[in-house]
């Protein structure tokens, strides 16, 4: 599976963007996809996830403010980040994974199998 991001740029603080990762290779629809971001100095970290059995998942920075989505047909996964803060400020990674056994591991990016290369995401206050 390959996975091409895009999306990122630099916004104002309030602004949105939309983020897209776009599938290859799998069909989209069998696949948990997620996205994770890291900021200069700081480790990655789970943004949200969107999983075939249980949902969709967000973190605690990222609800209420972020949507991910899904377009099968499109073989796309989108991010819609609005009411972006200057801490938002990252790059962006989308990561696919196959079905998982014996667990929800939906925040844990070592249980992702596929990354993207990212997208930029700078935010100036």
């Known amino acids: 599976v390959q996975l091409q991001a895009s999306g990122g740029g630099l916004v104002q603080a309030g602004d949105s963007l939309r983020l897209s990762c776009v599938a290859s290779?799998?069909?989209?629809?069998?696949?948990?996809m997620g996205w994770f971001r890291q900021a200069p100095g700081k480790e990655r970290e789970f943004v949200a996830a969107?999983?075939?059995?249980?949902?969709?998942y967000y973190s605690d920075s990222a609800k209420g403010r972020f949507t991910i989505a899904r377009d099968n047909a499109k073989n796309t996964v989108y991010l819609q980040m609005n009411s972006l803060k200057p801490e938002d400020t990252a790059g962006y990674y989308c990561?696919?994974?196959?079905?998982?056994?014996?667990?929800?591991?939906?925040?844990?990016?070592?249980?992702?199998?596929?990354w993207g290369q990212g997208t930029q995401v700078t935010v100036s206050s």
């Open positions: 990561t696919a994974s196959n079905p998982w056994l014996g667990g929800n591991y939906y925040n844990i990016e070592t249980h992702y199998d596929y």
């Open positions: 290779g799998r069909t989209l629809s069998i696949l948990n």
């Open positions: 969107d999983t075939r059995r249980t949902g969709t």
